[in-house]
Structures are given as structure tokens and as C-alpha cells.
């Protein structure tokens, strides 16, 4: 017997080629798909289906829906951690977030990382699978449910490479930008990649709205590869040009992320080389306080340097913010509540 497939994994077209192929008419695509987004929970709720039609739905998909395994609430900024399981019992991690703009779900794209940063808790125990679109939809509905808020962005900044899972991501932001899907605009979507350069010309070849975060981390070619591997593949100069042709082929900035790690890569001479590097981009620079992590060796920079660092790249006209830390009581870095899971 064919196993049942989750409908969230699917996109409208996908639906409509899936009805005509069991002779019923396209139509009913954008009512199946409206009922899903508005959150309904079993196909026999969706209420202007025939009942023919709702019995060959339970017979081939089901409606996936994460369980919040645990949830950690910071009292002093509203941020929410949750830890969902999905029907295989892996667990991925997701973070809503309080900012002037509105809410903010940051999500992950795979169940574990293959990219072995080395100051990051997500990768501890490497990839496990890939994420269907349809379990990245459920992060933001699930959280969504929960908090009983809407949702307005999204940042793809959770664990995994969103590069590496590529069709799937590419997937998820055309069903959350769907008018009949969650109806979030492409502007309130941000990708953050580590560096997989093929990726980065295709991404912007796509013609998209969402903005490209890159995580830089370091302005030296010796210093990233030490901390992150995937610079051993694709150096700082292929990294930036693959950014160039991103800027100029969609008139977009790149947002490069410098999480500043003690004695690592918070010196001003790090600065300075970081200003040369961006001189003239169309960029801006997000300081990062590195969070912990439990059993990594590398510390968060000193108040200090963080500012003394953020007023180097002014001097080169690099329009730099330092990212407020939210959540650092719940252990907000990425991966350390699903490590405890794992480990449990
Ligand atoms: S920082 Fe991101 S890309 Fe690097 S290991 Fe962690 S989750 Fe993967």
C-alpha cells in the first residue's frame, strides 16, 4: 500500500494536476488549499467539498501538524523557543521573536547540519534529513497556533544550510507567498546561507523579493576556514563575487552576518580588513554577540570591542548594526535545545 503524503507538501499547481488526474475539476485545488492556510485540521472540516472528494483526500494524504515538544519563554523580551516533533520523532527547533517591525519566526530548513561551523550546537551530530516544504510551513503555523499571533517574517536562520536543501526552500517560499497559502510578502523573508556559492548565482537568478543573508565571520580566507569548513570549498573571494552578481542582478543588498568571537575575530586589525573587503558594496554588516554554546571552546567579545569594531566599519561607510540579543536565557543560539532532546 502506497504510504499517505503530506498535502502541505504540495504546491497549487501540484493539487490541481493531482484532481484533474482523478477526473474532478481544478477549482477545488483553491479551496483545498485555503482550508489548509487558514489552519484546518482534517479534510472533513473543509465544509464546500463534496464528501466524495474529502474520502480520496484521507485516502492519499494527511494534513502534517507538528507537536511542541517543549517551549521556553523569556519574560523579559517575549521570545519563544519551541522544540517540534514532526511524525518520524526528529525534532527541529524554532524561535519567535518580538521587534518593532512585528513578529518574527527564525526556522529551520534541515534536522541537523552538514556544515560543521564550529561554533554552532546545530551540527553537533551532522545532518539527519533534509526538511519537506511542508514541515517548514508547519514551524510558522505551529508557532503561529501557539502564540495565537500572526506571523509577518521569516528568517531562514535556524539550523541547517537553506542552501543545501534548496528545492524544498525554493518550494516553501512560493507556497508561503501564495495569495491562497500564508500570504507573506517575499520582502518579509530573509535566506541565510553560509556560503554555497553555486547556490547563491542560482538564487539570484530566481528573481525574488526575499533578502540574502550571508554569514561571513570572518574578513581572512585562514581565520573562516578554521571556523567555518564550507570557506575550504568557497573562499572569501568566490563568496563575494557569487554577492556581486546577487547585488547586481536584483538591485538588492546583501546582509553579511559577523557573529564577533573572542580573540577569534573581534580584533580592530579584523575590522579594518573586513571594511577593505566591503568598501563600496551594497551591504550592511550585523554584529552578532555569540551566544554560547555548552562544550565549545570560543566566547563572546567583550561590550567593548563590539563597539569599538562597529565604529572601524563606519569609517569605511559600511552601514553596520549590532544584533539586540533576544532570548539568551533559553538558550537562544541554534540547536542547543534540540541537543538536550537528542540527548535525552
Ligand atoms: S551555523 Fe548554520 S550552517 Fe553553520 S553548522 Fe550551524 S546551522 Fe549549519
Known amino acids: 500500500m502506497q504510504s499517505k503524503k503530506n498535502i502541505k507538501d504540495l504546491e497549487l499547481d501540484e493539487l490541481e494536476k493531482y484532481l484533474e488526474e482523478h477526473g474532478l475539476p481544478r477549482f477545488r485545488a483553491g479551496q483545498i488549499f485555503e482550508w489548509i492556510y487558514k489552519d484546518t485540521a482534517s479534510f472533513g472540516d473543509m ?33 519563544r523557543k519551541y522544540l517540534l516533533c514532526f511524525e518520524d520523532k526528529n525534532a527541529v527547533e524554532c524561535v519567535l521573536m518580538d521587534y518593532s517591525y512585528g513578529k518574527t519566526i527564525c526556522i529551520s530548513t534541515q534536522i541537523g547540519c552538514r556544515m560543521s561551523c564550529k561554533f554552532c550546537a546545530s551540527t553537533e551530530g551532522g545532518l539527519v534529513r533534509s526538511m519537506t516544504c511542508g514541515e517548514m510551513l508547519e514551524e510558522v503555523m505551529a508557532v503561529s497556533r501557539d502564540a495565537e499571533e500572526r506571523v509577518g517574517n521569516i528568517v531562514l536562520m535556524g539550523t541547517g544550510e537553506p542552501f543545501d536543501n534548496y528545492d524544498q526552500v525554493m518550494k516553501f517560499i512560493r507556497i508561503i507567498n501564495h495569495s491562497k497559502g500564508l500570504n507573506i510578502g517575499q520582502r518579509h523573508i530573509t535566506i541565510s546561507t ?4 553555486p547556490r547563491i548565482y542560482d538564487f539570484a537568478d530566481e528573481n525574488l523579493q526575499c533578502k540574502l543573508a550571508v554569514s561571513l565571520h570572518a574578513a581572512d580566507d585562514v581565520t573562516r576556514s578554521r571556523i567555518m569548513p564550507v570557506n575550504r570549498k568557497y573562499g572569501i573571494e568566490k563568496l563575494l563575487e557569487a554577492c556581486r552578481y546577487y547585488i547586481k542582478s536584483t538591485n538588492r543588498r ?3 552576518e559577523y557573529a564577533l568571537i573572542k580573540d577569534v575575530n573581534d580584533s580592530i586589525r579584523n575590522a579594518h580588513k573586513l571594511g577593505t573587503l566591503l568598501k563600496g558594496m551594497l551591504c550592511h554588516v550585523n554584529l552578532i554577540p555569540l551566544n554560547k554554546v555548552e562544550g565549545k571552546a570560543f566566547n563572546k567579545a567583550p561590550e567593548e570591542k563590539v563597539r569599538s569594531f562597529k565604529l572601524a566599519l563606519k569609517g569605511y561607510g559600511i552601514d553596520t548594526t549590532i544584533r539586540r540579543e533576544l532570548g539568551s536565557e533559553i538558550d537562544a543560539a541554534c540547536g542547543q535545545l534540540r541537543q538536550k532532546y537528542v540527548r535525552q
Open 194 to 197: 553560509s556560503g554555497i556559492v
Open 254 to 256: 546583501v546582509t553579511f
Open 47 to 79: 465544509l464546500n467539498l463534496p464528501k466524495t472528494l474529502i474520502e480520496l483526500l484521507d485516502k492519499d494524504f494527511y494534513i502534517g501538524r507538528a507537536i511542541i515538544e517543549a517551549m521556553l519563554h523569556s519574560v523579559t523580551d517575549n521570545t
